[in-house]
């Protein structure tokens, strides 16, 4: 058996709280067949008990109590604070009816309605917080970064909030552009909340003013107020790549580039130091002298020449 507390149709959360419930043998809940079970409230919103050993093929009547096991008349109960609530088993109706089964199971949800919101419980509201980012040109630049964005009590981001699920979240965008979490609030009965929201490190730390994040931020609302009646609210951060940071990595890369491809320029032809030049690359990686192969040279081609003579003179 589970019930959910709600309040105009929204789940509520008791700080402390305790109710009854039991099994009757009869429809005007009258007779107990079972024994009282107690559903314990702790910050939570529902609770469940589980009734077991019970009789193949009787019809139990389940029913709202107290702890002394009545009934609640028509359903309707209230708290210390005085607040008034009905139990509703579906269609307005104050119990339910079921029939076990051998080996079976049955799951019965019914819930306490409130009409007025109850001094020592609170709702919970939706803080959506969206992180986009974007390149240098404004462009939706898709990443697989995880960014982090903070919720606070305070303007300065100094202190983080405890009435919400989390207070430093994860916006991994895990190959796209753009990441959506829900964070959940815990709103006191006619409490305004206002949280405080800007981007952080994975400790908590802003970096907003970090020239280092290598990112412009811009946030779309840094404070939220969140009530009963305001139980939404989004918080929209966008990143852009930094423009100085950005030429500056284009910069560097074209000096590399241009670096790696430059070429001495060579001398004008004719001067003594465009022989300086062949000489030292005719000598780069190889020391051996010049002086003898020139003379080779010499030798052979005095001997070709004779050769060729001589034998002009022999065929005349």
Not at 86 to 100: K, L, P
Not at 158 to 181: C, F, H, K, P, Y
Not at 268 to 296: R, W
């Amino acid at each position: 058996m589970t019930k959910n507390l709600t309040y105009n149709g929204d789940l509520i959360y008791a700080a402390s709280q305790t109710f009854y419930v039991a099994l009757y043998a009869d429809e005007g809940c009258t007779v107990r067949k079972s024994d009282v079970k107690a559903l314990l409230y702790e910050k939570a919103a529902t609770a469940s008990v589980t009734f077991t050993s019970l009789e193949i093929g009787r019809a139990y009547y389940i029913a709202e109590c107290d702890s002394t096991g009545a009934a609640l008349e028509n359903g309707a109960g209230s708290l210390a604070d005085g607040t008034v609530f009905v139990a509703d088993f579906g269609d307005g109706a104050t119990s339910a009816q079921a029939t076990v089964a051998d080996g079976s199971r049955i799951s019965v949800t019914f819930e306490n309605k409130f009409y007025t919101m109850p001094s020592a419980f609170s709702v919970y509201g939706d803080l959506i917080i969206t992180k986009k980012l974007l390149d240098k040109d404004g462009e939706a630049l898709a990443s697989t970064e995880t960014f982090y964005a903070g919720i606070f009590s305070d303007a300065s981001f100094t202190t983080l909030a405890t009435d919400v699920d989390q207070n430093i979240v994860a916006l991994s965008l895990a190959g796209n552009s753009e990441v959506s979490v829900e964070v959940n609030v815990s709103i006191g009965a006619g409490e305004t909340m206002t949280l405080y929201v800007t981007e952080t490190d994975a400790d908590g730390n802003p970096v907003a003013d970090d020239a280092a994040f290598g990112y412009t931020v811009t946030l779309d609302n840094t404070a939220v107020a969140m009530s009963e009646t305001a139980m939404t609210a989004n918080v929209v951060i966008t990143n852009q790549e930094n423009v100085t940071n950005s030429q500056s990595s284009e910069e560097e890369t074209e000096i590399e580039t241009e670096g790696s491809s430059e070429i001495e320029e060579e001398p004008e032809s004719g001067t003594e130091a465009e022989s300086e030049t062949e000489v030292k690359a005719v000598q780069t990686g190889d020391e051996t002298p010049l002086a003898g192969y020139l003379i080779l040279l010499l030798l052979a081609l005095n001997t070709l020449i004779t050769t060729v003579i001589y034998r002009r003179r022999e065929r005349e």
